[in-house]
């Protein structure tokens, strides 16, 4: 259980950590939270696109998400793909980009709380070659 005082929100997304800061520091700026509570599976976005949908999956997120918004009172969700995706490697951004979408229209429906946000980001390299400088921008 979470402290007084600790405010969190919730990442869901890949399992790639060069992503994780940027995607915890547009959280933290956007919902003026501290703690990320992070759900992640490699290429998680690509499962929402194939038909049927893994129930199995919906049913681990949804408790998960249930775990983050009644116990933290997490501020909202961001849903996120990115660039360089191992398990997206065939995907191009574009297409990356619409499976963010419909990730987060699918996450929406797991959340009991309609004023809870949820936004799609995409998150990619700042800079060519800069290693270490990725960037989570809003997918509109």
Known sequence: MSQEGETFFTIIGCMDGRCQEAVSLFGQDRFGAV???TITEAGLVGFFN???IDQQLLT???KK???SLKHH???GILVFGHQECAASD???EEKHKQDVLAA???IKTLVDNEAVAVIPLFVKRSIDNDLSDWTAE???
């Open 35 to 37: 703690y990320p509570d």
């Open 50 to 52: 194939k038909e049927p």
């Open 60 to 62: 681990s997120l949804k």
């Open 65 to 67: 998400i249930d775990i």
């Open 73 to 75: 009172h997490s501020k």
């Open 90 to 92: 065939a995907v191009d």
């Open 104 to 106: 987060a229209e699918v």
């Open 138 to 140: 809003e997918i509109v």
